[in-house]
């Protein structure tokens, strides 16, 4: 086979000049499987319209089931009245209600009831080339002013409770907005009660990963990390990391250095005072470090005051019970790492709002660095509607370059859209949300294209694209074509929710890519809170899967015409 310098395309550094020009091999053990590959010595295609390879794994009932489903999600006031059309469980007892939804949606979007039970399925899909992410997805079923109590205790310290503060407004708890399940898709939620019920939310993710570990070879576990821990913490962490890198951008400005991409910012040390460095530039990644190497996490938030020149604390004081409560955070994070590595599976941390975010993604980072060393275990999510999605994935990108360990990462278009735009909105802050769709989808390929580039040049960061969107799902194949990676390397994953887009991902397994189904479970009256909110806030991708209906019609019309109606998948 012939064998051409790849196409890089260019990030503005010099290191791109130096893009891999050895031949890449041939093609995995997918080419050609099924007759849903196409394979040349250089590139493998996937034909998503080929309904049979497609729901090869499923028998006629559950493509009729699909066809139901995905019908009457369409239908707004059924799913505007879907908690009045829960109660129906009193006319028909709760275990011909259990059995009704399992015929139907909990049946379409949930595995199981419990690690026993979701073990065929998986052992089915990953015998059809398809793995899974468990996600354990129990809600508490409480009113809306429970929720926004619960959120104000959590969020709240004494400090600020006795003096009041001078916070940011984006940073503080906001009864209006203390109900945090509402304009969220699909993202489970957790509201903090006690220390005991973060450890029992530990011991329900340990209990997960073992199931993941248990039913397949190299599967994911999804954690939140609210869930582990107070959010006040959280937020306050957050507030620091941003007014520390905003300090950053007015010293940047200062040199005459705004506007360049973050990545770009390079700042005089002699010209910010550093009397321990005679002379050298400093970054933001370096800038960061500066505000590591303490030995109590209340002493991480710490903030510039300009004006002084000097550091203050973000609050005057914390008890020594919020100091143990920051340091559980990170504790019972550790412990699930552990775990992880001893049942050989990937943790998957799931991105939350803004307010949250920093903080989320800096402690996710830390666990990389220590875990990532060998093998990517810890995967961080990106969520591309964000304006900053650029600059994050670059910086931890080079951060994982210059540290030598495996960047790992989810990207997702985001779930908190709605929510994120009204509490901006109300509190007076920028909205950190793309202005529309368009932007979002050439963000979302930015960021894609950078991490594909980086695994191409040194083959030591690895992405799940986590995307229902077939345009992006294609462009990722053509990218890989144009870059030598090979779905045997495993380095580029794919991701979609059970029960949709099985059209993208049973084609993709089917061809040798690593594709993995993001896969619910949970006791059916506990699971119906996350199940009510997905069937809400996905109505219009429902609505406009049309595409995915139209193929399922076409293979049951298929096997009525082949005299394959009762045909039944073989694994």
């Given at each position: 086979?012939?064998c051409k310098?790849?196409d890089v ?18 093609p ?20 998503f319209?080929?309904?049979?390879e ?28 879907n ?9 028909m ?31 089915k ?23 926004e ?21 984006k ?13 969220v ?28 570990g ?22 306050q ?12 951008s ?11 991409e ?9 010209q ?19 505000i ?11 903030i ?27 504790q ?16 998957m ?25 060998e ?5 961080n ?33 985001g ?15 920028e ?56 779905p045997?390397?495993n ?8 029960g ?47 595409k ?24």
């Open positions: 086979a012939r310098k790849d395309s260019s990030r503005g550094g010099a290191r791109h000049d130096s893009a891999r020009s050895e031949c890449p091999g041939q995995g053990s997918g080419g050609g499987r099924g007759g849903t590959t196409t394979a040349t010595a250089n590139e493998i295609s996937v034909d319209d080929q309904t049979r497609a729901y090869k794994s499923k028998d006629s009932l559950e493509l009729l089931r699909s066809l139901v489903v995905f019908k009457l999600c369409s239908y707004d006031f059924l799913v505007d009245k908690k009045e059309v829960m109660r129906c469980k009193k006319i007892g709760q275990k011909g209600f259990n059995q009704f939804m399992k015929m139907t949606f909990y049946g379409q979007f949930v595995a199981g009831e419990d690690h026993m039970a979701i073990r065929p399925l998986i052992q899909n990953q015998a059809f080339g398809v793995g899974s992410v468990l996600d354990y997805s129990v809600e508490e079923d409480i009113t809306q002013k429970e929720a109590q619960k959120e104000m205790d959590s969020c709240v310290s004494t400090a600020e409770k006795e003096s009041g503060d001078h916070r940011e407004k940073y503080k708890a906001h009864k209006q907005f203390g109900d945090h399940r509402e304009g898709t699909g993202a489970r939620t957790y509201f903090y009660a006690d220390e005991a019920k973060c450890d029992q939310h530990m011991e329900t993710f340990i209990k997960c990963i073992k199931a993941s248990g039913s397949s070879m190299d599967g994911f576990s999804a954690v939140k990390m609210t869930a582990l821990g107070r959010p006040q913490f959280l937020l962490f957050s507030e620091v990391l941003v007014k520390w890198q905003r300090f950053f007015f010293l940047a400005s200062q040199q005459g250095k705004d506007g360049m973050a990545l770009e910012q390079r700042l005089e040390l002699k910010i005072g550093r009397k321990e460095e005679s002379s050298g530039t400093i970054d933001m990644l370096d800038w960061n470090s500066l590591d190497h303490r030995t109590n996490i209340s002493d991480l938030l710490v510039p005051n300009v004006e002084l020149g000097e550091l203050e604390p973000l609050l005057e004081m914390f008890t020594i019970e919020e100091e143990n409560q920051m340091k559980r955070i990170l019972r994070m550790d412990v699930l790492v552990k775990h992880a590595m001893e049942n050989g599976v990937r943790l941390v799931d991105a939350e709002q803004t307010y949250l975010q920093p903080a989320i993604s800096r402690l996710t980072l830390e666990m990389q660095r220590t875990y990532n060393k093998k990517p275990v810890i995967f999510t990106y969520q591309c509607y964000l304006k900053e999605a650029y600059d994050s994935v670059t910086m931890d990108v080079e951060l994982s370059r210059r540290e030598g360990w495996h960047f790992a990462a989810k990207l997702v278009r779930a908190y859209m709605y929510q994120e735009r009204e509490r901006a909105k109300e509190n007076g802050y909205d950190p949300i793309n202005p529309d769709y368009e932007t979002t989808n050439w963000m979302y390929h930015r960021c894609l294209d950078y991490v594909l580039d980086e695994i191409a040049l040194n083959r030591n960061a690895n992405v799940m694209v986590a995307s229902h969107n077939e345009d992006t799902v294609k462009h990722t194949l053509k990218r890989m074509n144009e870059l030598g990676l090979l045997t390397e380095k580029v994953y794919f991701g979609q929710l059970l949709m887009c099985d059209q993208i991902s049973f084609p993709l397994g089917q061809a040798g890519f690593p594709v993995y189904k993001y896969v619910p479970y949970g006791p059916v009256n506990e699971v119906m809170p996350y199940l009510s909110r997905r069937a809400q806030e996905n109505r219009g991708f429902m609505k406009g899967a049309q995915e209906r139209e193929l399922l019609w076409q293979e049951l019309k298929r096997r009525v015409a082949s005299g394959e109606l009762l045909y039944r998948p073989a694994y």
